[in-house]
């Protein structure tokens, strides 16, 4: 009778739920797991830091519309992932994590590297479980899964005891789980549509707001047909690309004023945090009638004073709305958008100086432009840092759903690099280009061995300002004489794509960047193009530009 062990048995549970890809750092207890992904058939990626093994899982994973797995180790390995886990639940991405554990055998004397990893997990994760047979590795598999690409989706965590992972089980005992409900999408009340409908039809200036929920769920058709009747909108970092952001109603520009102006106010697939100024008043008029979509019912609790929410689908919400509307004329103001074009416009010939900037060393302004002319329309863009990041918000586009990744609810910084190799093996027809600061890509810098030897063609642009928003922090913030604390080496990164084969340009003067940044795109390796900009440059306040 044939049999068949722990590892292989997750393997060949991830294949029958259409997973084709892992993430991870080979170590025991899941040693047998690699090995059965192998013999699966699938990609495996194993990487140089379980933290940015994870952070690419996920990626992958909000790219493809897919649970994003990752494997680690026992005790540090798995702790490793902990931050990942909490990242990915707060921007939403779904990834599931499989960690090894010590030997059942060995619990609570002093096992090797054993760790309450479920407690670890918990606060960070939608669900958490320990697979207690070998048995039931299938089911727990199809579980985790499940949970986490489903509702908001987000990290579950799963944990295997070494005795479950190694332990053989004749095949017929496996319970693959091949079938996966065929979920019905979550249809809005008629009522609310309606309501949703007559709101935005009366309103002198309506406005949507677009996050990244939108992007998960492909609501950009929709929201452009809707958007078309005259509604301005403004999108979260990364719900950029749901509507391709040269979508005339575009106004990431004028944000501010789009908030502050705004009477009527359609949220789709966006929390009221941070990103959104909470939704208070202050940012948003206080007489702003609010309607929110989500596909969670709490989120409708909020700072902010909504008054319908509607739990649905986005895609399957805003059609409907836009239905609703039929061929109804809105009651807006011309003028309300005109005035948002035009702050837009305004917004930007102010920082066109920065942008033409020649002067050496370089202006961070100028290279984003030049990224921006180089870089192609379908690419995925990744970016990370501070200076650079703010920059980068302003400066570049995108034109495709979940095409944008970014440090995201968190903020997290080591995000750029994993994220720009999940999106290229997501989507490997197109480039992937991340645009990082030289603490962020330091942050998970090692990631380009693994993208030289998995082949996963990424561009690195690295923009030097030495340090941690350059030598802003350490000149204005620390005590004079400080050691260099925020202010980093001038090192030179682009030895780190020639350390690996890859494709290494350094720039240090304008002219060269738009050559080398076509160069790299076009070399086909993993490339890194280092360029030095000016560690004294800020982030310009271009109006209300950048908040
Ligand atoms: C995991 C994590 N650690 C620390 C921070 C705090 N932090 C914010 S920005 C930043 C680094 C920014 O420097 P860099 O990446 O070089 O970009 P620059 O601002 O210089 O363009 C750090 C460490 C963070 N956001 N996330």
Same mark, same amino acid.
């Given at each position: 009778m044939a049999e068949i062990d722990g590892g292989h048995l997750v393997a060949r549970q991830l294949k029958a739920a259409g997973v084709d890809t892992l993430f991870g750092v080979v170590a025991g207890p899941?040693?047998?797991?690699?090995?059965?992904?192998?013999?699966?058939?699938?990609?495996?990626?194993?990487?140089?830091?379980e933290e940015s093994a994870a952070f690419m899982a996920s990626a992958w994973g909000y790219v493809s519309r897919k649970p994003g797995v990752v494997v680690a180790g026992s005790g540090p390995g798995m702790t490793n992932t902990v931050t990942s886990m909490h990242v990915a639940t707060e921007s939403a991405m779904p990834l599931v994590v499989l960690g090894g554990s010590t030997h059942g055998a060995?619990?609570?004397?002093?096992?090797?590297?054993?760790?309450?990893?479920?407690?670890?997990?918990?606060?960070?994760?939608? %669900?958490?479980?320990?697979?207690?047979?070998?048995?039931?590795? =299938?089911e727990h598999v199809h579980l985790a899964l499940g949970r986490a690409v489903n509702g908001?989706?987000?990290?579950? /965590?799963?944990?295997?005891?070494?005795?479950?992972?190694?332990?053989?089980?004749?095949?017929?005992?496996?319970?693959?789980? =091949?079938?996966?409900?065929?979920?019905?999408?979550?249809?809005?009340?008629?009522?609310?549509v309606d309501r949703i409908a007559d709101l935005l039809a009366g309103a002198e200036r309506p406005l949507v707001l677009v996050g990244k929920g939108a992007a998960w769920s492909d609501a950009g058709p929709a929201l452009s047909?809707?958007?078309?009747?005259?509604?301005?909108?403004?999108? %979260?970092?990364?719900?950029?690309?749901?509507?391709?952001?040269?979508?005339?109603?575009?106004?990431?520009?004028?944000? %501010?004023?789009?908030?502050?102006? =705004?009477?009527?106010?359609?949220?789709?697939?966006?929390?009221?945090?941070?990103?959104?100024?909470?939704?208070?008043?202050?940012? /948003?008029?206080p007489d702003?009638?609010?309607?929110?979509?989500?596909?969670?019912?709490?989120?409708?609790?909020?700072?902010?004073?909504v008054e319908i929410g509607v739990v649905a689908d986005a895609a399957v919400a805003?059609?409907?709305?836009?239905?609703?509307?039929?061929?109804?004329?809105?009651?807006?103001?011309?003028?309300?958008?005109? %005035?948002?074009?035009?702050?837009?416009?305004?917004?930007?010939?102010?920082? =066109?100086?920065?942008?033409a900037d020649d002067s050496v060393p370089i202006n961070p302004y100028r290279?984003?432009?030049?990224?921006?002319?180089?870089?192609?329309?379908?690419?995925?863009?990744?970016?990370?840092?501070?200076?650079?990041?703010?920059?980068?918000?302003?400066?570049?586009?995108?034109?495709?759903?979940?095409s944008r990744l970014n440090a995201g609810t968190t903020g997290c910084m080591g995000t750029g690099v994993p994220y720009a190799m999940g999106a290229k093996l997501a989507r490997p027809d197109a480039p992937s280009v991340a645009v990082l600061g030289d603490y962020a890509f330091g942050a998970a810098g090692m990631e380009i061995e693994t993208a030289a030897r998995v082949g996963i063609p990424v561009v690195f642009v690295v923009a030097n300002n030495e340090g941690i928003a350059g030598h802003?922090?350490?000149?204005?913030?620390?005590?004079?004489?400080?050691?260099?604390?925020?202010?980093?080496?001038?090192?030179r990164y682009e030895k780190m794509a020639e350390m690996v084969d890859g494709h290494a340009e350094s720039v240090e003067r304008p002219d060269e960047i738009r050559p080398a940044l076509d160069r790299a795109l076009a070399s086909g390796r993993v490339a890194l193009v280092h360029v030095r900009v000016d560690p004294k440059a800020r982030r310009l306040s271009g109006g209300n530009y950048l908040k």
């Open positions: 899941m040693i047998e797991v690699f090995a059965g992904a192998v013999r699966e058939g699938m990609t495996v990626v194993g990487c140089r830091h060995t619990r609570s004397v002093g096992g090797f590297q054993e760790a309450d990893q479920v407690a670890f997990a918990a606060p960070g994760c939608k %669900s958490t479980a320990t697979v207690d047979s070998t048995e039931r590795i =299938a908001r989706p987000g990290a579950v /965590y799963l944990d295997f005891p070494a005795q479950v992972v190694g332990r053989r089980i004749p095949e017929e005992q496996a319970g693959i789980r =091949a079938q996966a409900p065929e979920l019905a999408l979550p249809h809005p009340d008629p009522a609310a047909k809707l958007v078309s009747r005259g509604i301005p909108y403004v999108t %979260s970092p990364m719900g950029r690309g749901t509507i391709p952001d040269d979508d005339p109603h575009f106004m990431n520009g004028a944000r %501010s004023k789009a908030l502050s102006g =705004a009477d009527a106010i359609l949220m789709v697939g966006g929390r009221f945090n941070w990103i959104f100024g909470f939704g208070r008043a202050g940012r /948003y008029s702003a009638r609010i309607a929110q979509i989500d596909v969670c019912a709490e989120e409708m609790w909020s700072s902010a004073n805003v059609a409907q709305i836009d239905q609703a509307l039929g061929g109804r004329a809105l009651r807006a103001a011309p003028s309300w958008l005109a %005035s948002l074009r035009e702050t837009c416009q305004r917004n930007e010939a102010g920082l =066109a100086p920065a942008m290279l984003v432009r030049d990224v921006r002319d180089a870089l192609p329309r379908e690419a995925s863009l990744s970016v990370d840092g501070e200076t650079i990041m703010g920059i980068s918000r302003v400066l570049l586009p995108s034109h495709r759903a979940r802003l922090l350490q000149d204005h913030m620390l005590p004079a004489g400080a050691p260099r604390i925020a202010a980093l080496l001038p090192a």
